[in-house]
């Protein structure tokens, strides 16, 4: 089992900056990818960013690459996310999602990839 646990979201203005944190905990060890998806209102769940564990090959989708920074911590149990240049469309409930099983990189953005998930953080970004 693999507990995972958001922290870092809030109201912030238009073209300001959040920094996301996401604390997992438990079987990590075996980690192979972290992700952050988000979800805005009567939307679906889309990918943002995702990070693999053992090379630190990172990924973003097109909406945020420039603006999005994924790492991991030193203690590789963490990782962030850096939002810069936020706008309003960036409103939404922002997940984290662990991997344990290696795959395909090019899976990284589908939800089926990740094995667990945090509960959330809402990131409003007000016009």
């Known amino acids: 089992q693999v507990q995972v646990v958001e922290s870092g979201g809030g109201l912030v203005q238009a073209g300001g900056s959040l920094r996301l944190s996401c604390v997992t905990s438990g079987r990590t060890f075996s980690t192979y990818a972290m992700a952050w998806f988000r979800q805005a209102p009567g939307k679906e769940r889309e990918f943002v960013a995702a990070?693999?564990?053992?090379?630190?090959?990172?990924d973003y989708a097109d909406s945020v690459k420039g603006r999005f920074t994924i790492s991991r911590g030193n203690a590789k149990t963490t990782v962030y996310l850096q939002m810069n240049s936020l706008n309003p469309e960036d409103t939404a409930v922002y997940y984290c999602?662990?991997?344990?099983?290696?795959?395909?990189?090019?899976?990284?953005?589908?939800?089926?990839?990740?094995?667990?998930w945090g509960q959330g953080t809402q990131v409003t970004v007000s016009s």
């Open positions: 999602a662990a991997g344990l099983h290696q795959r395909d990189w090019s899976l990284k953005s589908a939800l089926g990839v990740y094995d667990y």
């Open positions: 990070i693999r564990w053992f090379d630190g090959r990172t």
